[in-house]
């Protein structure tokens, strides 16, 4: 029998615009992960926006502008955006707030990649926006699949990620504790799965402003303390 140690384990989520640490913490002590591109794009969730904020602690939400089609519902990976216009405005904004910042050159750097890219294509904005961290924590880029390049995976919510574990070839799945919503555990142990919630509290850190704001975009943290100092807390 193989012990808990040597389990595959499995991450999947949907791609965000620079999302926060969690996400990261997550994905980080997975074996595979899978952007999950060819699911529905909600604009409730995260999947164009992100959080920072500014010297007087005020929150400023960074948005892609997305365009969709008039009473239709798309994927993820069908999504374009509306207008290149949030491009020199985020950068803008990225740099009044953190260019004294003692990371300033090599966080707007990666920042800057992202947002210059030449696609009309929302994941080709956020899941550059993720890897290019996951990059700077060693996260092996051959661990990193996309859902839409592989064979469909069938189900919906936990038989989903039932089958997209198996797809995987894995003994575990990592949720968030979002999935609390709906994940149905008993699923996952009937198919000789482990389920588990990651426990993640998000860590303070040295921060622009009077007050500590928690769960910012990623960006937040590493110019602030930088990609040395972040690696240690995530």
Not at 89 to 102: F, P, R, S
Request: aromatic share 12%; charged share 30%.
């Amino acid at each position: 029998m193989k012990s808990l140690i040597d389990n595959k384990i499995i991450v999947a989520h949907q791609p965000q615009y620079f999302p926060y640490l969690e996400l990261f913490n997550k994905i980080l002590q997975s074996d595979s992960f899978v952007f999950l591109d060819d699911v529905k794009f909600k604009n409730s969730a995260w999947h164009a926006r992100t959080i920072i904020k500014n010297h007087e602690d005020h929150i400023i939400q960074l948005t892609i502008p997305c365009s969709k089609k008039n009473g239709s519902s798309q994927n993820i990976k069908e999504i374009q955006i509306s207008d290149d216009r949030w491009k020199r405005k985020h950068l803008k904004i990225l740099e009044t707030i953190y260019k004294n910042t003692e990371n300033f050159n090599e966080i707007y750097q990666i920042v800057y990649e992202v947002i210059s890219s030449n696609s009309k294509y929302l994941v080709d904005y956020t899941m550059p926006s993720m890897i290019k961290f996951l990059e700077k924590f060693n996260y092996p880029s051959d661990k990193i699949f996309i859902q839409s390049e592989g064979k469909k995976i069938e189900g919906d919510k936990t038989d989903f990620l039932v089958n997209l574990t198996k797809r995987f070839n894995g003994d575990e799945y990592l949720s968030g504790q979002g999935g609390r919503n709906y994940i149905d555990e008993k699923k996952f142990l009937d198919n000789n799965i482990i389920h588990k919630f990651n426990n993640f509290k998000n860590p303070s850190y040295s921060q622009i402003g009077k007050e500590f704001i928690d769960k910012l975009s990623i960006v937040d943290a590493a110019f602030n303390i930088g990609i040395t100092d972040l690696k240690d807390k995530i």
